[in-house]
């Protein structure tokens, strides 16, 4: 399997570049000369940097795996890498597309390999029900992706993105694109769980954890991020659907990072941790801030990555999610520590981190869009990311309390990509920037000279003191004790305690789903069973009464019988006098 | 044609009265004897209808006939019950409207008819009625001969008792 | 030669009433196979002359459709005779003298009516059609039931030909003769007494064809009469009373048509709905036949109604599938009774499993009754609903289709209990010779003729065509 | 004066009816239908003698033969009957229906 | 091989071997399995052929085959194929081939059992290349009624108690039990194909043409006046068939109720011989009548995809589940059929193929799971994936097809019926359309989860440790089907190179065409 992979990693990265290539063979044909949709492959900077991501964090998954699920029985292993391979040729057929459809086809089996893969442990009712969830949330977004490409394929006639694009430049999109895009815009929004569909996300954390990392974090969930990038000339025709996919995206991200805190378990942090920074990544893209969207997706990617198998490592070693039941870590798992403490930082946009790149890059876009609410809630963002992942830093490793058990450092199949991620999480820019020999921007094809936005001078100071706030309050609260979590809470109202439900959100969901659709389930099937059936039951019930009933005319008295001559006699007659 | 409308009314009221005998009195004996009044009543008609020839055939067969086989089986029947043959009448209301309801229909109908000036009157002659029976209707005489066999070897099949 | 069937039955006739007197015909088997071997002889006969032609100044008639129809009736006798041999001990046996020579007496006054076109004539047979009939359904005498249901026929009988003899004696009134001829030329005057008159014969005939509200002696009748004899009282005999309506009103009273197709539409259409929804709740294998062969009336009925030549040659093909397919489903119940002692429905649990070929056979037939296709009954009700259509009766056709299911309803109910249910006994039901030979004639003429229609449906074109 | 006749013959016919629909005896039940008959031949001869042709005469001729047979089969029926059940009303021969 | 008439020998093979297996004897199990293996290898492999070899440049009807059977009236056995029949004709055999394999286990009288499938089958391939009406009215007849048999001997009970003010007639007419829905089923298709058959003489006759022969008949004109109730009856009728809300009430009992291979061949093929009846009878020769009626035919199609979906995930029944899942993708095929364009005809030819091998594939799973399990009961199974994971995934891989995840045959369909539907008159059809693939999402993976997902709950003999996978012949009828499923899904030209030219001539005679 893990050759496989390696295989069409080499053949994805082979194919990348900078100058665009297009390869389509029909697909769906039909009469006349052009078929009606293609497949084919799509390669661009754009979809090289982001096949590079995910075949270099799915290479890494899977040998984290190999020691990660050492334990599982050998079917459910094969299961599991089956699962992961085809999840990786759906990544990358989705990342290829050259078209809405096939974007659209590889976005619904990346969708069916996360289901699959959060029900992993298909036994447990938790995973089971986690996994139909995430089916259910993405599937109502994908169904306003399917019916904006139908409605744009019917007001154009094409799903091919270079046909659509060349309409953009020449200004030539029909009247109704806003809907068409806002429509589209559905998908992104289950796909990379921005507000109100991203409810799935943390209870996905039921699957394996290296899973969590490779789909739920570092690639699938920034689909819907590199759908918008993808389309981003239509979106540009759309102006409004960028300022609502900013406003939404910024309310996503500081709503889910007040969810993070709230959380005990490590990995729906880490959750509600991506869900937060793919609202950034959206808020980005929706202040027109392509290049530095992208590269806050590609950079999450590998601190993300790093985050989650770190914390696989963590969970690996002490067999339970319960961060108050973890514990001075770092003793037992120093190097397990020092990467994690590193994708924190990274997370937390601390210079010089990369995340503080794409971070900064984001805010000064943001900034420059004019969006000042959203920029408010972003900033308020970056200091509750630097206080909910030190929490989670110093509950885990530091603290008070040590961890039961003998928790001891991951194997080095393991440990291996962790290092590697590490890596790319310190000095993923620069790397990259070595590597292309050019900026993100340039690589994007924004033009020569193109950078990232950077904002006013102010914002660096602003926003590394934001994060470094965040830490030292962390440092107060949760290592030294000085400030008591309780006051903590206490000082915060009720706040805590509706975050702790996730403001209610997932109920409501449940009110819809049992007193909406299954309720309405079970009237039609009443009304199915007892009404539109009844109606047939009771005719056929009629008739064989009345045979029943025809039958006591035959009395087997003669004289009755007579009656019957006469009667019928006296009938033709009437009729004849009718007749006239 | 006084005369015969007088002698048609004459015997109208017994043929009606005889036949309403027959069909409501008690007794079976009473029934079958206002049958016979009738059928010789119609036998009447018959002669003043100038067919002679049928009038005789109808008290001979008929009156005599059938009336004897009736009372034949009467008594036979009446022997094997060992009781008197009442009998009585039910649902005479319907009876009377439905009977009442054809009769008004018929009847109707006669009246309605558009009829061409009367005909001059025909008289039967046993000769007009032989020859007929021999050359135009030979074979539905044939037919009627096997008729009466064959009605006879029923009835004498259904009648006789089993060994 | 034009009289030569009917001399040839009468001869049997006779032939058996000698045999009788020689003291053989007591004894069933030679009487029997006597009459057979002579109605097999006189339906080849029926095949290989070609006579054609008027006899009596036309008030005898041989034409296509008379020979059409007796074929008809010689082929049902053939096969209740046939049948009637594998009956076991009963009174059958020791008195075959009466019990054929009255099927034959019966036998030739069907033969006379189809050709008849004079009304006494037509009277007279009629009479010697339905007389016989009488005796021969109380011909088992010791059976109550069986005697009851002979006095219920007689009365109801009685009184239709009474009706029929005062229709009759309106139409020769007001037509000033009894030739049929003649009555056409008297219809075109449309005096309302000669309507009713033949209205009266219609009300008449309709008793003997059994439609509603005529047929109220069937299913007793039917139950209770020897199941031989029912086989083909519930075909010959509404064959010849459907040759009644085709002469007289068909024939020769065209030309208020509408009145007549109106007449039968009604008819038919109260025909079908009443035998259907009476069959349903039936629980004796007999009267369910019964009921669902009033229902068939009603579909036949439907010919006349469509009134034209396609109409009639429908009707006509109808008979014949009917024929088939009512006499093997009687002669199935009779093989099934004198096992079981009784016919009712539930005798016929698991009978797929005790006896295969005689289930097969049953189902044949009945989805030969049900319309189904591949066996006759298809053709038959499709030519029927076809001439009805053709005559613009849309409703009427809907109504016949939609009452078609629920008359497939009962019979599946027949097919459950062969095929679903399990039997109570595992033992096959053995099938004597005679009734073995009925039902793989009807069988293999119900198949043949489900998959090869052409023949017979130009045949009975043929027979028709003449009528318009 | 025809018509005079034909309605004295349909009058017949009716009380003919009414007794085949109300008799409760057999035997009643067929005198009833002697009448009718009857009616029928008065039906017949009238018409033939206010020249219909002689058909009328051989066919009242023929009823009338017709009629004899069908009292004889009839009577023999009700004479089975009276064999087996002891009983000739007609109400209670019943063992058939539904 | 161009003298060869294939038509008339993948008709006739089934019903050669029902006969041979009549003939066989009850006592040789095995033979008759294997003459009926034969006779379904032999019409899958002339189906291929024929498949395979239709001419796809040319989009008439090829193959053709003439008997003549009743001269008089003008009815002739004419044989032929276009691309949407043939597709059909494929289907069928796919089916029947995977039924045969899925009723290897019917152990009570399976000599009658095969010989009634196998007549069955001819009676569908009948319909499927009959050109003219009448013969393929006849076949109908014989598609229908075996079925009474199957269902009445070896069909299975559910268990529904009646309640409410209509109890008395349920009561009446035994709803739930198998007899029932037998009758039901076989009474309700006989009820349709009365308004069928008046359809037809009213085609014969007011045509003028005097034939029904399809080719004749498209060449007659209709007035519209005609048209349009002939459309009417023909529509009811067929559609009963092919279970149009409201009068798809026989196909949840029906297929409920039925033995596994039969409910595969009947929800896989016999409902779309109704919408094939649909197209191309009634859409074919009452072009206008087509046109006027489409709003309500289209109208009637989402209802039945939304209501079904609902219906669906009230059952708790799994065999009622699936039947109802049916009737919402029925509603699919009768939409793409409505919407008169290109992409919804060819949308509903592939839905009715992919709908076909997916609801076949599903009833042979939910028969595998009745038989090991002995109940059809969701609430009384639960993590059965992992006693039987083959079935599991087979299950999961047909829900996905019928969810139109891509990738899958069903996705295909749904996709072009979506665009179809868009490009119609009545655009809104998209919306409930669509919603009912969500509704299909949630009901259909609500029921993967409870059965085969979760912990074993404990079964009638302790926790369900007798519950074995798929065994022998019943993995190569579930392999086969879940490989087309997948194999069609991803290369959708396979259908569409046959039937887009018939589909294109179709829309052309109704005049649609831009």
Not at chain 1, 289 to 297: F, K, P, Q, R, S
Request: with cysteine; net charge neutral; proline share 4%.
């Amino acid at each position: 399997m893990g050759f496989w992979l390696l295989g069409v990693q080499a053949q994805a990265q082979g194919g990348g570049g900078v100058r665009e290539v297009t390869v389509t063979l029909p697909w769906l044909i039909q009469a006349g000369p052009a078929p009606l949709a293609t497949v084919g492959v799509l390669v661009d900077a754009l979809s090289a940097a982001m096949a590079a991501l995910v075949t270099l964090v799915a290479t890494l998954v899977q040998l984290y795996s190999l020691g990660y699920l050492a334990d599982e029985a050998p079917p459910a292993l094969g299961r599991y890498y089956f699962y992961q391979s085809l999840f990786a040729f759906a990544m990358l057929g989705l990342v290829f597309a050259p078209n809405f459809l096939q974007l659209f086809v590889f976005w619904e089996l990346v969708g069916l390999c996360s289901y699959l893969l959060i029900g992993y442990y298909y036994q447990r009712p938790a995973a089971a029900r986690a996994a139909v969830k995430a089916f259910w949330v993405t599937k109502l977004g994908d169904v306003g992706f399917l019916v904006g490409i139908v409605l744009l394929w019917g007001a154009t006639g094409t799903f091919e993105f270079g046909t659509l694009f060349r309409a953009a430049a020449a200004g030539t999109l029909p009247a109704n694109l806003a809907l068409c895009m806002t429509l589209i815009y559905l998908g992104a929004v289950g796909k990379s769980a921005q507000f109100p569909l991203h409810v799935w996300l943390p209870d996905a954390m039921e699957g394996p954890t290296p899973v969590s990392a490779l789909i739920h974090a570092a690639t699938m969930v920034t689909a819907g991020v590199f759908l918008v990038a993808r389309a981003y000339p239509l979106f540009l025709a759309a102006p409004g659907v960028l300022v609502l996919i900013a406003y939404v995206g910024a309310f996503t991200a500081l709503l889910a990072a007040t969810l993070a805190l709230g959380q005990n378990d490590i990995k729906r942090v880490l959750a509600y941790s991506t869900v937060s920074q793919l609202g950034y990544m959206m808020t980005a893209l929706g202040a027109g801030a392509l290049a530095a969207g992208v590269l806050h997706l590609l950079l999450h990617g590998f601190f993300k990555a790093l985050l989650f198998l770190a914390a696989g490592a963590v969970i690996h070693a002490v067999h339970t999610n319960d961060m108050w039941t973890m514990g001075r870590l770092a003793r037992a798992m120093p190097k397990t520590t020092i990467v994690f403490v590193v994708g924190t930082l990274a997370l937390a946009g601390v210079p010089p981190f990369s995340g503080f790149v794409s971070k900064e890059a984001i805010l000064g876009g943001v900034w420059e869009a004019g969006l000042r609410g959203p920029f408010v809630l972003l900033s308020v963002t970056v200091f509750l990311t630097a206080l909910y992942m030190f929490r989670a830093v110093f509950v885990t490793f530091f603290g008070a309390r040590a961890a039961e058990g003998h928790p001891h450092e991951p194997p080095g199949v393991m440990m291996g990509p962790l290092w590697l991620l590490a890596v790319l999480s310190v000095a993923g820019t620069a790397l990259g920037g070595a590597a292309l020999g050019q900026t993100f921007p340039e690589f994007l094809g924004q033009g020569r000279g193109a950078t990232l936005p950077h904002g006013p001078g102010w914002l660096t100071p602003f926003s590394v003191g934001l994060a470094l706030a965040g830490l030292l309050l962390a440092w107060l609260v949760y290592q030294r004790g000085t400030i008591p979590a309780a006051a903590l809470t206490r000082a915060l109202g009720p706040l805590p305690a509706w975050a702790a439900q996730g403001y209610g959100i997932d109920a409501l969901y449940l009110a819809i789903y049992r007193g909406g659709v299954l309720a309405l389930g079970r009237l039609i099937g009443w009304i199915d069973r007892y009404l539109v059936d009844g109606v047939v039951n009771v005719f056929s019930a009629w008739t064989l009464r009345a045979g029943a009933d025809l039958r006591q005319l035959q009395t087997g008295r003669a004289q009755d019988y007579l009656y019957g001559v006469t009667a019928g006699m006296l009938l033709v007659l009437v009729l004849w006098r009718l007749w006239a | 044609m006084t005369a015969e409308a007088l002698g048609l009314g004459g015997v109208a009221v017994l043929v009606l009265g005889a036949s309403l005998g027959v069909v409501l009195a008690r007794n079976l004996f009473h029934s079958v004897l206002w049958l016979a009044l009738a059928l010789v009543g119609t036998a009447a008609l018959f002669v003043l209808l100038h067919a002679e020839f049928l009038a005789a055939v109808q008290v001979l067969l008929y009156a005599g006939g059938v009336v004897t086989i009736v009372v034949f089986a009467i008594m036979l029947t009446e022997r094997l019950v060992g009781d008197t043959i009442r009998q009585t009448n039910r649902g005479i209301l319907a009876g009377a409207v439905v009977s009442a309801a054809v009769f008004l229909a018929v009847a109707g109908t006669i009246l309605r008819a558009p009829r061409a000036p009367a005909p001059a009157a025909t008289a039967l002659t046993t000769a007009t009625l032989g020859r007929a029976i021999l050359t135009e209707w030979v074979l539905a005489f044939e037919v009627l001969g096997i008729l009466l066999v064959a009605a006879l070897l029923g009835a004498l099949y259904l009648a006789r008792a089993e060994e | 030669m034009l009289l030569a069937l009917e001399l040839g039955v009468a001869a049997l006739a006779v032939l058996v009433f000698l045999l009788g007197l020689s003291g053989r015909g007591g004894r069933q088997r030679e009487t029997g196979l006597a009459v057979a071997v002579g109605l097999a002889g006189l339906y080849a006969l029926s095949l290989l002359i070609d006579a054609r032609g008027p006899l009596f100044d036309g008030a005898y008639i041989v034409d296509p459709l008379a020979v059409f129809l007796k074929q008809v009736f010689l082929l049902a006798t053939l096969l209740a005779v046939i049948g009637g041999l594998g009956r076991p001990d009963g009174v059958e046996r020791h008195r075959a003298l009466e019990y054929h020579l009255l099927m034959l007496t019966s036998l030739l006054g069907m033969m006379v009516l189809a050709s008849a076109r004079e009304l006494v004539l037509l009277f007279v047979a009629f009479e010697l059609m339905s007389i016989p009939l009488y005796v021969l359904a109380g011909f088992v005498k010791k059976d109550a039931r069986a005697v009851e249901a002979s006095l219920k026929f007689f009365l109801v009988g009685s009184l239709s030909t009474a009706l029929l003899a005062y229709g009759l004696s309106f139409v020769y009134g007001v037509a000033g003769s009894t030739r049929l001829d003649v009555v056409t030329r008297a219809v075109a005057e449309g005096d309302p007494l000669l309507i009713l008159g033949l209205l009266l014969v219609l009300g008449g005939v309709g008793f003997k064809i059994a439609a509603f509200p005529f047929h109220m002696w069937v299913p007793d009748t039917y139950e209770a009469a020897a199941t031989p004899f029912v086989a083909w009282l519930a075909v010959a005999p509404k064959a010849a009373g459907f040759a009644v309506l085709l002469r007289v009103f068909v024939e020769h009273a065209g030309p208020p048509g509408s009145l007549w197709a109106g007449t039968a539409a009604l008819l038919g259409a109260l025909t079908i709905v009443a035998g259907n929804l009476m069959a349903i709740p039936q629980t004796d294998a007999k009267r369910l036949l019964a009921y669902s062969g009033i229902a068939h009336i009603g579909y036949m009925l439907l010919g006349i109604a469509a009134f034209s030549a396609h109409g009639v040659a429908m009707l006509l093909f109808y008979l014949v599938a009917y024929l088939f397919s009512n006499m093997g489903a009687f002669m199935v119940v009779e093989v099934v009774t004198q096992t079981e002692g009784s016919s009712a429905l539930r005798t016929f649990r698991g009978l797929a499993q005790r006896s295969p070929a005689l289930a097969l056979a049953m189902l044949l037939f009945l989805l030969s009754l049900g319309g189904i296709p591949f066996v006759v009954g298809f053709w038959a009700k499709l030519y029927v609903l076809w001439a009805a259509a053709q005559a613009g009766l849309y409703g009427l056709v809907l109504l016949a289709a939609l009452l078609t299911v629920v008359a497939l309803f009962y019979y599946l109910l027949v097919a459950k209990q062969m095929y679903v249910d399990l039997p109570a006994r595992p033992t096959a039901v053995p099938v004597p010779p005679a009734l073995a030979l009925v039902l793989a004639v009807s069988a293999v003429a119900v198949v043949l003729l489900g998959l090869y229609p052409g023949p017979l449906v130009d045949l009975a074109l043929r027979a028709a065509a003449p009528l318009f | 004066m025809l018509s005079a006749y034909l309605l004295l013959a349909a009058a017949m016919f009716a009380v003919g009816l009414f007794g085949v629909l109300t008799r409760r005896n057999a035997v009643g039940i067929l005198l009833g239908l002697e009448l009718m008959l009857n009616a029928v031949n008065v039906n017949l001869v009238a018409f033939a003698h206010f020249g219909a042709g002689p058909a009328g005469w051989v066919l009242a001729l023929f009823t009338i033969a017709i009629t004899v047979t069908e009292v004889a089969v009839g009577l023999a029926i009700v004479i089975v009957i009276f064999r087996v059940r002891r009983t000739v009303d007609a109400d209670h021969l019943n063992l058939l229906r539904g | 091989m161009n003298g060869v008439p294939v038509l008339s020998l993948v008709t006739a093979t089934p019903f050669v071997a029902a006969c041979l297996i009549m003939l066989v004897g009850r006592t040789r199990p095995l033979a008759v399995r294997l003459i009926a293996v034969g006779a379904a290898t032999l019409t899958l492999g002339l189906s291929v052929y024929l498949y395979a070899g239709y001419d796809a440049t040319t989009a008439g009807f090829q193959f053709l085959e003439q008997y003549p059977l009743v001269r008089a009236l003008g009815i002739t056995v004419e044989l032929g194929v276009d691309g949407i029949s043939a597709l059909m004709v494929l289907l069928t055999a796919i089916i029947i081939f995977a039924g045969v394999f899925a009723s290897w286990t019917v152990r009570v009288r399976d000599q009658e059992f095969y010989a009634l499938l196998l007549t069955l089958v001819t009676g569908v391939f009948g319909v499927f290349v009959s050109l003219d009406l009448f013969v393929f009215f006849l076949f109908y007849e014989i598609a229908v009624l075996p079925m009474y048999l199957l269902i009445g001997i070896w069909g299975s009970t559910g268990e529904i108690r009646p309640q409410g003010i209509l109890a008395w007639a349920f009561r009446e007419t035994g709803v739930g039990s198998k007899e029932y829905a037998a009758m039901k089923l076989t009474l309700y298709l006989l009820f349709g194909s009365a308004f069928i058959l008046v359809g037809l003489f009213v085609l014969y006759f007011a045509g003028g043409a005097q034939s029904f022969s399809l080719v004749t008949l498209s060449e007659a004109s209709f007035t519209p006046a005609t048209q349009r109730w002939v459309f009417l009856a023909l529509y009811v009728g067929f559609g009963i068939l092919a279970g149009i809300w409201p009068l798809h009430t026989w196909s949840p009992d029906g297929h409920a109720s039925a033995p596994t291979a039969v409910s595969m061949l009947h929800a896989g093929v016999l409902m779309k011989l109704g919408a094939y009846g649909v197209v191309r009878v009634a859409m074919t020769l009452l072009p206008d009548a087509a046109q006027y009626w489409a709003p309500l035919v289209g109208t009637v199609a989402v209802i039945n995809v939304v209501y079904g979906a609902f219906s669906a995930m009230a059952q708790t029944d799994l065999k009622y589940v699936v039947a109802y899942s049916s009737v919402s993708h029925m509603g699919l095929v009768m939409l793409g059929a409505a919407t008169l364009t290109e992409a919804g005809l060819n949308g509903s030819v592939y839905q009715m193929f992919a709908h076909g091998i997916m609801t076949g594939l599903f009833f042979g799973l939910v028969g595998l799971i009745y038989e090991k399990s002995h109940t059809r009961e969701i609430n009384r199974m639960g993590g059965f994936g992992r006693r039987m994971p083959g079935v599991a995934a087979c299950f999961t891989l047909g829900a996905l097809s019928s969810l139109g995840l891509p990738g899958l045959a069903g996705f295909v369909a749904e996709i072009l019926t979506f665009l179809g539907a868009w490009q119609s008159s009545s655009r809104w059809w998209l919306f409930p359309a669509v919603l009912g693939t969500l509704l299909t999402a949630i009901y259909v993976l609500r029921v993967a989860k409870r059965i085969f997902w979760g912990p074993l709950v404990t079964g009638p003999h302790g926790a369900w440790a007798d519950l074995p996978d798929a065994q022998g012949p019943e993995w190569v009828a579930l392999v086969f089907l879940s490989a087309i499923l997948l194999v069609f899904g991803l290369v959708p030209g396979l259908v569409l190179s046959r039937v887009d030219p018939s589909v294109v001539t179709l829309l052309d005679r109704i005049g649609v065409l831009p």
